[in-house]
């Protein structure tokens, strides 16, 4: 199944020890980087930080494993920033020594070498190795189950078989995605004779039937709390439009893959799809479609019926980055090659020093609203700062958010303080009320954030509503995030959800 000519061959192929070494170096760059890093926690970063408190094997957006793994870094170094951070480079490391090893055996060391490094300076993963997020494990266990499947290609045998039931299993554990290999596997065995025994023998089986085992208590819980993940899932995708067809969301999200996959490896992916059914492509390339086909057409398609973000697809980029080495390295075309690590050490480079300034960061030209590059990652730390001068003023026992992004920076920029922080009820499906909801018996006096500065909609749940004011805090030079505050005694009654923002 190798594409490495004989002339490729004859050359000193890269081992192991190389790749490793090659890596480790971005690898602690990237880690020395958030160690240096001004930017605060995201909202869904924060998010995740607090399951971490409170495992679990579910919450309310998404299944427990990032939260299993945020709180095993905490252990080994604590709740800052880059200790939370850190899986992910971490993470990135690793998948790409397995995309290595998997590149190794279909096309040669030669192409595992191309496939590491245009994966480790890619530009989606230049950018997510700077955050922690589902996506962080999610590729890894994908990259480990390719890299378990080619082997089982190569022969059956049960230790892979139950390396890709376990890696399928955490896969699911990290992100519902990772269902999309399964497509994969079925969309090998239509390409590919070998690929087509091989889901019908015993390994298959064995590997699902390890996953199922690994994910059922997830299931379970999910079952036991009215499916609110999977509802918060189909709530995310339906947010922004019902519906409605329009192509122009769809054309949005494939133009945004050439950012998430990088140009080079994008292309070359859409060249090999376009002559899928000819006889040119070996094996082990139709091999690597298949698995890059499936979740790029499907949240394409969700894409023109309703909302989908850019990374949605990239567990796709993983054997489209093996691909995509292997046909450049074996055009010899090694100029687009240079050309796209070249794009990744900039972005990387650029990113690594833009952190340490981050709030400093605009780009010219553009409208103030806009031209915040961070202004989505700034403002947590000072408004968890603000809070803590108001609670003290009025003695706060309990501070409440009104909703998941005041809840989340709190949450975290306020972890060591006295005061409770709670969720005001939400109407539709239940986020940090889940399982931290305001209600009657939360400590008075009460302090509420909230982006809301009347306080009408409040007196119908307290018989006090004190008005405490209003701040502006900077998310960069040009922007700003508007908070008011209320004090708030003597409940009513039991809380729901507050009426519209109006006077």
Not at 68 to 78: Q, R, Y
Not at 334 to 353: D, T
Not at 370 to 389: C, F, H, M, P, Q
């Amino acid at each position: 199944m190798s594409l490495t000519d004989i002339a490729t061959r004859r050359r000193i192929e890269p081992d192991l020890g190389l790749v490793i070494g090659i890596l480790a170096i971005i690898t602690i760059a990237r880690l020395v980087g958030l160690t240096l890093s001004d930017v605060d926690l995201f909202i869904d970063e924060s998010q995740y930080w607090s399951w971490s408190r409170e495992l679990a094997w579910g919450y309310f957006s998404k299944p427990p494993l990032l939260a299993w793994i945020i709180a095993a870094a905490e252990l080994a170094c604590g709740s800052g920033e880059a200790c939370i951070r850190a899986p992910a480079p971490v993470f990135y490391f690793c998948t790409c020594i397995v995309m290595y090893l998997t590149a190794r055996s279909l096309y040669g060391s030669i192409v595992g070498l191309w496939a590491a490094l245009l994966m480790m300076l890619g530009v989606g993963v230049v950018f997510s190795a700077r955050i922690i997020s589902t996506d962080v494990p999610l590729v890894f266990f994908w990259a480990l189950a390719l890299l378990a499947y080619v082997k089982l290609l190569e022969r059956a045998s049960w230790p892979w078989a139950v390396i890709l039931g376990v890696a399928l299993g955490l896969g699911l554990l990290a992100k519902y995605a990772m269902i999309y290999f399964m497509l994969g596997m079925l969309f090998a065995a239509l390409l590919d004779g070998t690929a087509n025994r091989l889901l019908r023998g015993w390994a298959i089986w064995l590997a699902v039937a390890i996953a199922a085992a690994i994910v059922a208590p997830n299931l379970v819980w999910v079952l036991r709390h009215d499916f609110v993940t999977f509802r918060s899932i189909v709530g995310v995708v339906q947010s922004e439009r019902g519906a409605n067809f329009n192509p122009l969301p769809a054309l949005e999200f494939f133009a945004a893959q050439f950012a998430v996959f990088g140009p080079v490896v994008f292309a070359v992916l859409l060249y090999e799809m376009a002559k899928i059914r000819s006889p040119e492509p070996v094996a082990a390339s139709r091999i690597m479609l298949a698995f890059s086909i499936p979740p790029l057409a499907i949240i394409t398609v969700v894409a023109l019926f309703s909302h989908a973000y850019a990374n949605w697809a990239a567990t796709s980029v993983v054997s489209s980055t093996i691909l995509a080495a292997a046909v450049l390295v074996r055009r010899k075309a090694w100029g687009w090659l240079a050309f796209s690590l070249a794009i990744g050490v900039v972005e990387q480079g650029a990113a690594l020093y833009a952190d340490t300034v981050a709030t400093q960061v605009a780009i010219p030209f553009l409208p103030p609203e806009k031209s915040n590059i961070y202004s989505r990652t700034l403002g947590n730390r000072a408004l968890a700062d603000e809070v803590g001068r108001f609670a003290e003023r009025v003695g706060a026992n309990t501070i409440v958010g009104e909703d998941r992004r005041t809840v989340a920076a709190l949450l975290y920029y306020r972890r060591n303080a006295p005061e409770q922080i709670l969720a005001w009820p939400s109407a539709g499906i239940p986020k940090f009320d889940m399982t931290r909801p305001l209600t009657e018996s939360a400590r008075q006096p009460i302090l509420l954030v909230t982006g809301c500065p009347f306080p009408k909609r409040l007196a119908a749940h307290y018989t006090m509503v004190e008005p405490l004011g209003a701040i502006q805090v900077s998310t960069g030079p040009t922007s700003s995030r508007y908070h008011a505050f209320f004090k708030l005694v003597g409940v009513k009654g039991p809380l729901t959800a507050l009426t519209r923002c109006t006077r």
